[in-house]
């Protein structure tokens, strides 16, 4: 994820830790479990991560437990609701996939304004002095 993100990204400890509750759900949930393909994507958007977990689907059904408070696990679903912006589950012909969104605020602002950066590349050619 540090790869993929950068180690001073903003939203990288939050998306480490939900991707490891996806992808360790779809290891031990989904018909994945028995060394079938588990496919991650992740996208930096403009303001957002947009991750998707992808596998085999199977009869279990990803749904968060309401009721956690005594139980040993069933935390998982619940971070995700909690942390991201927006999540969801859809079956199609690649599987079943589990995404979810966080969002995040970027440091520089240059980035997310590339008008700024070709103002700036005009301005630095030599016919812009004149
Ligand atoms: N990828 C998945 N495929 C099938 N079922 C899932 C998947 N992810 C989650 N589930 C179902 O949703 C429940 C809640 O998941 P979670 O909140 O991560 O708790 P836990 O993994 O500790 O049971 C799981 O117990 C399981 O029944
Ligand atoms: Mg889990």
Redesign the pocket.
Known sequence: MKQKLGANHPALDDVTLLVS??V???L???NSRNGGRITLAIADCHDRIHVDVV?A??E??????EDIMFAE??????LVKLMSCAWNVYEDSAG?T?WFQVKYTREDSDLSCPRKWAHREAASRPEAAH
């Not at 279990?60 to 437990?65: A, E, F, L, S």
């Not at 696990?73 to 619940?78: C, E, F, P, Q, V």
């Open positions: 509750e996806l360790t759900n779809a031990i949930h989904s596998d689907g199977g279990n059904i990803p749904q968060v437990c696990g069933g935390r998982g679903l619940m079943r589990v």
